[in-house]
Nanobody, 115 residues
Framework: QVRLVESGGGLVQPGGSLRLSCAAS????????MGWYRQAPGKQRELVAI???????NYADSVKGRFTISRESTKNTVYLQMNSLKPEDTAVYYC?????????WGQGTQVTVSS
């Protein structure tokens, strides 16, 4: 029922920036928690950042001070602004909607940080 579509990924040089978008099919204000996760080749999927319905945010230690999660409820969209990107940030980034009835995932968008 909840469809999530990520966009904004691509190739960027170390130190560069990207802004990811996650468009939801319904009101994000009805979703308790929205989040961004990433999965690098050969590694488990990990939490990057979350934002709750009340606006609280949390970040993985590896991205604190560099990434910012935000939302625009009128557009049903959650964003992830990524600055000072490092090669270690290379991964497929996924948007997740966590509802009481279950979790929903987007298809993912590739982010590659390389010179």
């Amino acid at each position: 029922q909840v469809r999530l579509v990520e966009s904004g990924g691509g190739l960027v040089q170390p130190g560069g920036s990207l802004r990811l978008s996650c468009a939801a099919s319904g009101s994000i204000l009805s979703i308790p928690t929205m989040g961004w996760y990433r999965q690098a080749p050969g590694k488990q999927r990990e939490l990057v950042a979350i934002i709750t319905r009340g606006g609280s945010t949390n970040y993985a230690d590896s991205v604190k001070g560099r990434f910012t999660i935000s939302r625009e409820s009128t557009k049903n969209t959650v964003y992830l602004q990524m600055n000072s990107l490092k090669p270690e940030d290379t991964a497929v980034y996924y948007c997740k909607a966590q509802r009481i009835g279950g979790a929903y995932w987007g298809q993912g968008t590739q982010v590659t940080v390389s010179s």
